[in-house]
């Protein structure tokens, strides 16, 4: 059972950065996704970014929401299943709770960025941006 950790979350002021860890543990497949979420009070919770590990479609690896994708920056440690997320220029928008998600096997980007493929989720971390 795959087992996920968030950290890394907290207050800053607009214009500011965050670098946001998910420690992954339980994982026994070469082949899988992982992403970041997000969820807003009183909003449904939207994928930011997600990207497919040891998949052989290297062109579309990583996907990001195109609302973030300048500010954004999702990377993965194969060796130690850490997922990071760099959040350069965060904005008041930007506040919420963001949850990393895990995925056996690969998707086709249209599904990476959507719920239903993921199984596993963390308990979250929050993010608060002041104007």
């Known amino acids: 059972q795959v087992q996920l950790v968030e950290s890394g979350g907290g207050s800053v002021q607009a214009g500011g950065s965050l670098r946001l860890s998910c420690v992954a543990s339980?994982?026994?497949?070469?082949?899988?996704?992982m992403a970041w979420f997000r969820q807003s009070p009183g909003k449904v919770r939207e994928g930011v970014a997600s990207?497919?590990?040891?998949?052989?479609?290297?062109?579309?690896?990583?996907v990001y929401a195109a609302s973030v994708q300048v500010r954004l920056t999702i990377s993965e440690d194969n060796a130690s299943h850490t997922l990071t997320l760099k959040m350069n220029n965060l904005q008041p928008e930007d506040t919420a709770m963001y949850y990393c998600?895990?995925?056996?096997?690969?998707?086709?980007?249209?599904?990476?960025?959507?719920?239903?493929?993921?199984?596993?989720w963390g308990q979250g971390t929050q993010v608060t941006v002041s104007a």
């Open positions: 998600a895990y995925a056996t096997g690969y998707y086709r980007t249209p599904s990476r960025l959507a719920e239903h493929i993921y199984t596993a």
């Open positions: 339980g994982i026994t497949s070469t082949t899988y996704t």
């Open positions: 990207i497919a590990i040891n998949s052989i479609a290297l062109a579309d690896q990583i």
